[in-house]
């Protein structure tokens, strides 16, 4: 079931973020020692009075160039293209601006539901400037203050009046996996190798996402559901060029799918925003394989040397397969499909207790815990309590003497016994006694 999503559009200094954050309720979790996840908060997964929805905040969305005006016209195209209901923010305090009408006229023709939230209303001046904006012509105003809170739950229950609360979703087993990366990476062309490859049989389903389409491949009698984010070819010079639009995309079809494979374009060598997409699949849990396409246009470099660099530019994912092939002549574009089956398999690997518990005994008798303060961490038990991706429970005497250095030695042991190849794996440690 498709996830209903609400945009916050308006020109610059009208109070987006303030209002993004409100109804975000801070709950955004970054990983924060892990380098290259990305610090952007155009996007969240929120819920109201148990309604869950997607949040845009079209203001992180910004342009290297052009002018003012083209900057909110993107903008607010890119929420009209991607939400169900628009809240236009503008500001009371300064009353009815040209730029608020240069909004609404891009809005207008949108067919979209939109809630107009007057911000700042919080003087008997501001008040003054209220029916100015019923000159926009919408259906819908309500005064709001993000900063004092008021309004606030007018405009949710406004928003959110047609959503419907959390359904249970229909089971579908076959593994999904999507192709993601920087603009100009070689996205489509591997998506259209894969899709063209022998053995191969495709058949389009509609997408549950917009400007998306999502594939059905037949790789020796089993069927994969491949999520396509190369839509939108019309206009997506337009998007494309934006990139923090282009990770939106990414976003999105990270969240529906179990294995993102990472284009990395050969030709032009890694970039941090390979890092900011590559740290956002990890963040959500999903089984990771690096592309490295265009292989067929270096000359100056082997395999191994370029592998090496792989490793060094994204530490943080040393257990993701590395894949090498040209999406265009599609040489070794037989290579990559063995490794998403294998990736599948890894991360909804279930590991024996008693196995598990063994190799953690023999970790903590090769390399006892360090001692802070006279206290020394003790694991009694572990168990594996999740898949997709693995997650393993530690019952220990006291989670605070946990260091993050011995953690990591923990997983590499695990990853040292298991082949876990491919899988981001979650560690947790509760206290023995119950206390959480």
């Known amino acids: 079931m498709k996830k209903n999503t609400v945009a916050i559009v308006g020109r610059p200094n009208v109070g987006k973020s303030t209002l993004f954050n409100k109804i975000a309720g801070g709950k955004i979790a970054i990983i924060e020692d892990t380098p290259g996840i990305t610090r952007d908060r155009l996007y969240q997964e929120v819920s109201y009075q148990n309604k869950p929805f997607l949040l845009i905040d079209t203001g992180g969305i910004d342009m290297e160039e052009d002018t003012f005006n083209e900057e909110i016209k993107i903008q607010a195209e890119i929420a009209i293209k991607e939400a169900d209901v628009i809240i236009f923010l503008v500001d009371g305090k300064d009353g009815l601006t040209q730029n608020d009408l240069l909004v609404r006229d891009i809005l207008r023709k949108s067919g ?17 400037n209220l029916y100015d904006f019923y ?56 998506f259209n190798a894969l899709l063209n490859e022998e053995r191969v049989v495709v058949s389009n389903i509609a997408g549950t996402t917009r400007d998306s389409v999502d594939s059905v491949l037949k790789y020796h009698n089993e069927e994969y559901v491949l999520i396509d984010t190369a839509g939108m070819r019309k206009k997506g010079k337009v998007f494309e060029s934006v990139e923090k639009y282009s990770l939106l995309r ?34 959500k849990g999903k089984g990771l394989i690096f592309v490295i396409n265009k292989w067929d246009t270096v000359k100056d470099r082997t395999i191994k040397d370029y592998s090496k660099l792989m490793r060094q530019e994204f530490q943080f994912a040393p257990y993701a397969p590395l894949v090498f092939l040209s999406a265009l002549t599609k040489k070794r574009i037989s290579t990559l499909m063995p490794e998403v089956i294998k990736v599948g398999e890894n991360i909804k690997k279930e590991i024996k207790t008693s196995i598990l518990n063994q190799v953690i005994e023999e970790a903590y008798e090769l390399n006892p815990a360090p001692s802070y303060k006279a206290k020394r961490l003790k694991i009694y038990f572990v168990s594996q309590t999740g898949i997709k991706p693995p997650k393993f429970t530690f019952r220990v005497n006291n989670k605070g003497l946990v260091h993050f250095s011995y953690e990591r030695y923990l997983e590499n042991k695990i990853r040292e016994n298991f082949d876990l190849e491919g899988t981001p794996i979650i560690l947790q440690f509760k206290n023995r006694n119950g206390d959480e």
């Open 112 to 128: 979209k539901k939109i809630v107009v939230a007057i911000n700042k209303i919080d003087n008997k001046e501001a008040e003054k």
């Open 135 to 190: 000159e926009l012509g919408f259906d819908t105003y309500l005064p709001i203050s993000a900063i004092h809170n008021t309004g606030y739950i007018e405009l949710m229950d406004e928003v959110t009046k047609t959503f419907h609360e959390k359904e249970e979703k229909e089971e579908d087993h076959r593994l999904k996996f999507c192709i993601i990366g920087r603009p100009n990476v070689g996205k489509s062309s591997l």
């Open 250 to 283: 990414s976003m999105r079809a990270i969240d529906r799918s179990d294995i993102c494979l990472v284009v990395i374009n050969a030709e032009e060598g890694i970039k941090e925003h390979d890092k900011h997409i590559a740290g956002y699949a990890i963040e």
